[in-house]
C-alpha cells in the first residue's frame, strides 16, 4: 500500500499574505471556492494573520462573510483553519480569556475548524489556554512550535588563567563556545509540552524559512518519535531552502505538508504544490489531493493574480505556466527531480539545494542563489 501524504493549502492566506500583501478581495475567492470543492484538501487556511485585519482596514470587507462564504463551499470537504497569535489573536497585544472565549466561539460558530495557535517565543503560557479553549468548543488546537536558529556569535573572548591556575596548572586559555539554545531537543520538548496541554496536532512553523534540509533530517524523526498526534511542516522559500526542506520532511516522515497552489507559491511564500507532487509522482507517494481539480484552480489564480498587480513585485516577472513547462521539461531537468530525492535520502545538502534550485530555474523565477549573485 503507497504511503499516503496529507496537504494543507494556504494558497487563501499565508500565500496571499507573503506575496501580494494580503489583498485577495472577496470577489476573486467567490470565483475559486467552487473549484476548491473538488480538490479535496485535507485542510485550506483562509482566516488568521493578517487577514481580517487586511480585509476591513484595505479592502472594507468583513472577515466574518470571507470566513462564512469559506465554510458554506468547504464545509464536510476540507477542514477551514486560521492562524492566531494565542493570547494576542490576530493583534500585538495580549487579551483576557473572556475575549479569547468568546472570539473562539464565534470562530467556529461561523465555520472555522483547525486554529492554529503560536507564540514567537514559544511561551506555552501564551497559548495553553487557547489550546483549551478552542478543544472545549468543539474545534482543533493545532499548536506551533516556532523554528529559530541561534545568533552566529563569534566565541568569546578566553579567561585568562588564575595565579594558582598558572603556578600549578590546570585552567587554560581557550575561547568560549557561545551555549546552543535552539537544538532538536529544545523544538522536541516544545513540542511535547504543547501536546501535553492539549494540542491534537503540532506544526513545526519556520516562518522565515531558515530551517536547512540536513536540519529537517535529524529533527523530524525526533518529533515524529516524540509525539502522537500528527505533525505538520510549514515553511517558507524566502532563503532558498523550501522546496529541499518540504521534500526532505516527506523523506523523513511527516504527517502534514503545507503549500501553495501556482502563482501563489515560491519565492517569500510556502514551495508550490506542482513541484511536491512531481517528487510524489516519483516516489510512489500518494498525495491526498485531486491534481486534476488543482489544474482547474491554478488556471483560476491567474486572473487573481492579475487583480493583484499593484502588489505583485514580480508582475512583470512571471513564473513560467507550470503545465507547458511540465509538457515541455527536458530530461536533465525530469533527472534533477531524482537527483534531490537521492541527495535528500542520504542527506547531502549541497547537492540537494543544488538540485532544487535548477528545478526552480525551470519552473520558477530564478533561484534565491541566482538572485543574490545578480
Known sequence: MAKTLKVRDLTLRDGQQSLFATRLKQENIDKLLPLYKDAGFYI???WGGAVPDSVMRYLNESPWDRLRECS?????ISLLSALSRGRNLFG?????????????KEAIKNGLNVMRIFDALNDINNIKDSIKMINDLGGIADAAVCYTVDPKEEPKEPKKKGFFAR????GNDEPETPELIFTDEYFVEKAKEMERVGAKMITLKDMAGLVSPSRIFALMPKLKQALSVPVDFHTHCTPGYGLAAVLTGIIKGVDIIDTNIWWFGGGSAAPAIELIWIFCQKMGIELE??????????KGLVEARQSLAAFDLNKDKWPKDFDEAYAAMPAEIDAEFDRAIKAATENREEDLLDACHKICLL???PSPRDTERS
Open 44 to 46: 485550506m487556511e483562509v
Open 72 to 76: 458554506r463551499y468547504m464545509k464536510g
Open 92 to 104: 500585538y497585544v495580549p487579551y483576557p480569556n473572556s475575549v479569547l472565549e468568546g472570539f473562539y
Open 167 to 170: 603556578l600549578f596548572g590546570g
Open 289 to 298: 489531493v485531486n491534481m486534476e481539480a488543482v489544474a482547474k484552480i491554478r
Open 363 to 365: 519552473y520558477t523565477s
